[in-house]
C-alpha cells in the first residue's frame, strides 16, 4: 500500500537547521509531486512548498522562502525538506503529503494523498 | 493569496446530529476544494474531493457542496468517530495551496 514514512522527533536551537526525511513506498517515487505542510501546536495547517521528484524543480511559499529546501534522492525513494536559521515560531509538527492530480472534463483537480505520519520539530534554546 | 475562511471554528453535537461546516473562498475557486478530516495526534486524511466526490473508503454520511466562494460539509448523522477537526482546501491556486483555519467537532 501506499506509505509516506518520516524521520524522527528533532530538538533544535534557535538559529540551527533541520533536515526531515519522507520515504515513498508503494508507488512510484517519481511520478507524484510531494508537499510539505507544517501545523504549529494547537493551529492550522500552513503549506510550505512542493517538490517535483522526477526533476527536482521546486516551488516553496514566499514565507519560507531563502530558509527551506527540498530535495529528493530518487535511489531511496526520499524527500527532504531541510528549514535553516531556525526561531521557535518555527516549533511545528512537519507532514509530507503526496500531490493526486485528477482530470475531470476542462479541469485538473489536486489533493493530498496520503500523508506522513509528521515529525515534531522542537525549537528551544 | 487566495484566503479560505471556515465557520464555525468550533462547534458542540451529538451522536446522531447532522452537521454543516462552512467554508469560503476569497475569490471564485471554482470547485477546487477540497475537505480533510485530522484527529488529535494524527495526520489529516482526505475526506471529499473537488468539493463534492467522496473519497474511497470514507463514509456515506460525509458529503460535499458548493462552488465558487461558497462550499459546505455534511456530516448526515454524526458518529462517535466523527469527532475530530475538518479543513477545507483550495487547489484553484496549484501549487500553492490554502487551508481553511479548521473546525473543531466536539462532543455535546
Known amino acids: 500500500q501506499v506509505q509516506l514514512v518520516q524521520s524522527g522527533a528533532e530538538v533544535k536551537k534557535p538559529g540551527a537547521s533541520v533536515k526531515v526525511s519522507c520515504k515513498a513506498s508503494?508507488?512510484?517515487?517519481?511520478?507524484?509531486?510531494m508537499h510539505w505542510v507544517r501545523q504549529a501546536p494547537g493551529q492550522g495547517l500552513e503549506w510550505m512548498g512542493i517538490i517535483n521528484p522526477s526533476g527536482g524543480s521546486t516551488s516553496y511559499a514566499q514565507k519560507f522562502q531563502g530558509r527551506v529546501t527540498m530535495t529528493r534522492d530518487t535511489s531511496t525513494s526520499t524527500v527532504y525538506m531541510e528549514l535553516s536559521s531556525l526561531r521557535s515560531e518555527d516549533t511545528a509538527v512537519y507532514y509530507c503529503a503526496r500531490d493526486i492530480e485528477y482530470s475531470s472534463s476542462w479541469s485538473l483537480y489536486n489533493w493530498f494523498d496520503p500523508w506522513g505520519q509528521g515529525t515534531l520539530v522542537t525549537v528551544s534554546s | 493569496d487566495i484566503q479560505m475562511t471556515q465557520s464555525p471554528s468550533s462547534l458542540s453535537a451529538s451522536v446522531g446530529d447532522r452537521v454543516t461546516i462552512t467554508c469560503r473562498a476569497s475569490q471564485s475557486i471554482s470547485s477546487y476544494l477540497n475537505w480533510y478530516q485530522q484527529k488529535p495526534g494524527k495526520a489529516p486524511k482526505l475526506l471529499i474531493y473537488?468539493?463534492?466526490s467522496l473519497q474511497s473508503g470514507v463514509p456515506s454520511r460525509f458529503s460535499g457542496s458548493g462552488s465558487g466562494t461558497d462550499f459546505t460539509l455534511t456530516i448526515s448523522s454524526l458518529q462517535p468517530e466523527d469527532f475530530a477537526t475538518y479543513y477545507c482546501?483550495?487547489?484553484?491556486?496549484?501549487?500553492?495551496?490554502?487551508f481553511g483555519q479548521g473546525t473543531r467537532l466536539e462532543i455535546k
Open positions: 473537488a468539493a463534492s
Open positions: 482546501q483550495q487547489s484553484y491556486s496549484t501549487p500553492r495551496i490554502t
Open positions: 508503494g508507488y512510484t517515487f517519481t511520478s507524484y509531486y
